[in-house]
């Protein structure tokens, strides 16, 4: 029979639910055994839509509306009060929880987002004992308390970073329980090698393949920033991915540049035109940082008191490691592109050192875990097992 694996995550910035559809598409393939099934939180814990239908707008969708207007700066004490929120409607999760547990049966509950996993333990724990849950950090590091890391509770993480398993030490888990990985979760598609000629590619595309290309994203609905760096960038070759934002696009189409320029809307194809660069500018996400850095590219990003706090320790590991420079601003955004240019092949080999394998390394520390608890419920109980 086959073993059920929940990957539980929600739609709120995107970067959870791309986490959760790459690890599924890894474990397909590795674990045709397993019956991986993504879990959407929002939908279990409100699956008659009741917030939706009383506020006109779901929990993910209105975290999306202010990422995309860049309204990060509410978010830190917004944080603080979804957080008390959850403390106080813990044991109606907790119920409904238990229930979804109940009617579906996983054998291990594998959770890819943060702020619910106290929620989401005791349910389990509670409503089908020795069941593992793990959890994924899908940020470079914790942002305590009740983030990511939960005290007292018989779980797994797996970390990215040091960092992260230092602050799992730091919360009174043993390195037994402790798992650490090598970045953060890709797509496959990342790992593949293009089916065309980098330099043919740039041809293609218009641009001079003899001269540097810089690739600009912010997401899925764009910011009003990439209308600023490009101001200042009509010296240089550069791609905007404009996500969504269909204005964003126009107004970037119609300025006039110096170097050629591509400017694109939504796309699937990121790991193509992240191989047609050669650095990137964006926001310090987690994601879109790591995608850059598997893709050979130094990253100039911003950290600021706008950027939220789960992603603020980020610059710091991008500084710490030498893959780009960070900065306060974008103001001065066309002297830090050509001071990365001018040290380009540094800034190139310390990114390669960075040989994030994590999406293929996961499964491993998953059948082990799964492994380790199906042997501790076949091992028989004695006086000792009971004293200890």
């Known amino acids: 029979m086959k073993k059920n694996i929940d990957l539980i995550y929600f739609n709120a910035g995107g970067g959870h639910r791309a986490s959760a559809r790459a690890l599924e598409a890894v474990l397909k393939n590795s674990h045709p055994d397993w019956n991986v099934r993504l879990v959407n939180l929002f939908e279990v814990l409100d699956s008659r839509q009741v917030y939706k239908r009383v506020t006109g707008v ?12 860049g309204w990060t700066m509410a978010m830190t004490p917004e944080l603080r009060i979804l957080q008390a929120f959850i403390r106080l409607t813990h044991q109606v999760m907790v119920k409904r929880l238990q229930e979804h547990w109940i009617e579906t049966e996983p054998d291990m509950v594998v959770s890819l987002v943060p702020n619910f996993n106290r929620a989401m333990y005791d349910s389990l724990v509670s409503s089908l004992p020795g069941v593992p849950y793990v959890t994924i950090l899908t940020d470079l590091a914790d942002n305590a308390p009740h983030f990511w890391i939960e005290e007292n509770q018989q779980q797994h993480f797996i970390c990215g970073t040091d960092k992260a398993m230092e602050q799992a030490r730091a919360a009174g888990h043993p390195d037994r329980c402790i798992h650490g990985s090598s970045g953060m979760l890709l797509h496959p598609d990342f790992y593949r090698k293009p089916d065309i000629d980098r330099r043919e590619q740039l041809q293609a595309a218009g641009f001079d393949p003899d001269k540097p290309v810089g690739l600009v994203m912010f997401g899925g609905h764009g910011s009003k920033a990439m209308i600023k760096i490009a101001k200042q960038l009509s010296d ?115 990114v390669r050192r960075q040989d994030n394998q994590a999406v293929f390394e996961v499964p491993h520390i998953l059948e082990n875990i799964l492994a380790q608890s199906e042997l501790a419920q076949q091992a028989p109980i004695t006086t000792s097992t009971i004293a200890n």
Not at 244 to 256: E, V
């Open 58 to 69: 779901a929990p993910e969708e209105f975290y999306n509306r202010q990422l995309a207007k």
């Open 236 to 350: 240089v070759q550069m791609i905007y991915i404009c996500g969504h934002n269909a204005a964003l696009a126009k107004k970037i189409s119609k300025m006039q540049t110096r170097a050629h320029k591509l400017v694109e809307g939504f796309t699937t194809q990121m790991p193509v035109y992240m191989e047609m660069a050669d650095f990137f500018i964006g926001k310090p996400g987690p994601g879109s940082i790591s995608e850059a850095i598997r893709k050979d590219m130094p990253v100039i990003v911003v950290s600021n008191k706008w950027t939220m706090i789960q992603e603020r320790y980020n610059g710091e590991w991008i500084t710490k490691n030498g893959l780009g420079i960070v900065l306060p601003s974008f103001a001065k955004i066309n002297q830090a592109v050509h001071r990365l240019l001018d040290d380009l092949d540094r800034y190139k080999a310390n």
